[in-house]
């Protein structure tokens, strides 16, 4: 079946690196996307890797890809507490259908 | 450019009532999505829409309907609000094709007592 699993808390200092990991069942997937949901509002785009790339770099953020243990990580570089936010996986399977993971809560400790 | 516009923020229902929740978007997509979100349990899929007057199921569409008049419009609507439907529903909205990430509203949080 389609399944995406991620940890569901994380708690890092601020100025430390914080790794979020994700796995994902579906192997047909072509994009898999990294979104930030703040208090109060909505998910929002973060980034997204294409399934034939391995990384991804923007910024403070870099996402690996390992296509055949079918595992997505997102790197963020020098957290700081504006980081603090819950970080959904997801993967593409087709232009209408999106699969997303539980959510990692993201806690940047001062 | 408001992006996607969810109406009400907050709905606090009696069971058996009914509601509609409303959804814009002034991004000109062809796709409209309404999911819940659950704590734990990430985001589900109620219903989607990939354009105007079509509707389509999703991975829990039991108890809500749609419907897609206008390509701006997505309406979610409860006709007999039980407590299991206490969540957060989502909007989101976009492009055809694989690469076209959603673009989310602020949600609106119902409460069914």
């Known amino acids: 079946g389609e399944d995406v699993e991620q940890s569901l808390f994380l708690s890092v200092r601020e100025g430390d690196s914080s790794v979020i990991n994700c796995t994902y069942t579906d192997s047909s997937s072509t994009y898999l996307y990294w979104y930030k949901q703040e208090p109060g509002a909505g998910l929002q785009l973060l980034t997204y890797i294409f399934s034939n790339m391995d990384m991804k770099q923007d910024q403070r953020l870099t996402v690996l890809l390992n296509k055949k243990d079918k595992h997505l990580s997102l790197r963020i570089a020098d957290t700081q507490t504006g980081d603090s936010a819950i970080y959904f996986c997801a993967e593409n399977l087709k232009s209408f259908k999106t699969i997303f993971g539980a959510g990692t809560r993201l806690f940047v400790k001062a | 450019n408001a992006g996607v516009t969810q109406t009400p923020k907050f709905r606090v229902l009696k069971t058996g009532q009914s509601m509609t929740l409303l959804c814009a978007q002034d991004?000109?997509?062809?796709?409209m999505y309404w999911y819940r979100q659950d704590p734990g349990m990430g985001l589900r899929l109620i219903h989607y829409s990939v354009g105007e007057g079509t509707t389509a199921k999703g991975e829990v569409p039991d108890g809500y309907n749609v419907s897609r008049l206008k390509k701006q419009n997505f309406l979610l609507g409860l006709e007999s609000a039980a407590p299991s439907q206490t969540s957060v529903y989502f909007c989101?909205?976009?492009?055809?094709?694989?690469?076209?990430?959603?673009?989310f509203g602020n949600g609106t949080r119902l409460t069914v007592t």
């Open positions: 989101a909205s976009s492009f055809p094709g694989n690469n076209s990430p959603l673009h």
């Open positions: 991004m000109n997509h062809e796709y």
